[in-house]
């Protein structure tokens, strides 16, 4: 089974503070996604990642940045953390090459206070 | 603008009976659609992929119909079940692999 790891289930940060959310999957797969979620509002493409080092912007990538440098791992930092990036915070990734299905991470929800 | 929708209000249907779900979209031509399956504290999992060049896919209860002119997917259960209930998204690639979700739609089914 494909399995994608979030590194923590939840999390309470401080605003201004720098917040990584890590992410793994086991499946040697091409592309990788962080998305957050909040009511209403879907699920929104923050970055995506196509292969080691290359990434694109999504839809609300503004506050924050990514790293992949390794095929399996991508995070996902705030560099400043703010209060209206309170939200729930989850990794995909895909094979890619036509297998498009997405397998998603158990989420992180991430509280700034 | 692009868009994906979805209705935003929940469907209520009775146990046994057929939920259909809609998802459309503008200024997009993908390739494919997917439908996922999101229930409470939880990552979508993955339900179906419909390609352009399809009309029509099923697996089990379920059913999805793909109209590239209208630009509308639906998704169908059929003998729909308590155990149904959940939150459906539709999602599409515009280009690459770069997956895009709708807001999804709640479904309850009553007993």
């Known amino acids: 089974d494909v399995k994608v790891t979030q590194s923590s289930r939840y999390l309470v940060k401080r605003t201004g503070e720098k917040v990584f959310l890590e992410c793994v999957q086991d499946m040697d797969h091409e592309n990788m996604f962080w998305y957050r979620q909040d009511p209403g509002l879907g699920l929104r493409l923050i970055y995506f990642?196509?292969?080691?080092?290359?990434?694109e912007k999504g839809d609300i990538p503004e506050g924050y940045s990514v790293s992949r440098e390794k095929k399996e791992r991508f995070s996902l930092i705030l560099e400043s953390a703010s209060t209206n990036q309170t939200s729930m915070y989850l990794c995909?990734?895909?094979f890619g090459r036509g297998r498009a299905e997405a397998f998603f991470g158990q989420g992180t929800r991430l509280t700034v206070v | 603008s692009q868009k994906i929708e979805q209705n935003s209000e929940a469907l209520n249907i009775q146990e046994g009976k057929t939920a259909t779900l809609t998802c459309n979209y503008t200024n997009y031509s993908p390739a494919y659609l997917q439908w996922y399956r999101q229930d409470p504290g939880r990552g979508p999992v993955f339900l179906l992929l419909?390609?352009?060049?399809?009309k029509e896919k099923r697996k089990e209860r379920l059913k999805v119909t793909f109209d590239t002119t209208l630009k509308q997917s639906l998704f169908h259960i059929t003998a729909s079940q308590p155990a149904d209930s959940a939150t459906y998204l539709c999602?599409?690639?515009?280009?690459?692999?770069?997956?895009?979700f709708g807001t999804g739609t709640r479904l309850q089914v009553f007993p």
């Open positions: 995909a990734s895909s």
């Open positions: 999602a599409l690639a515009p280009n690459t692999d770069k997956l895009i």
């Open positions: 990642s196509y292969d080691v080092k290359m990434k």
């Open positions: 419909i390609r352009e060049n399809e």
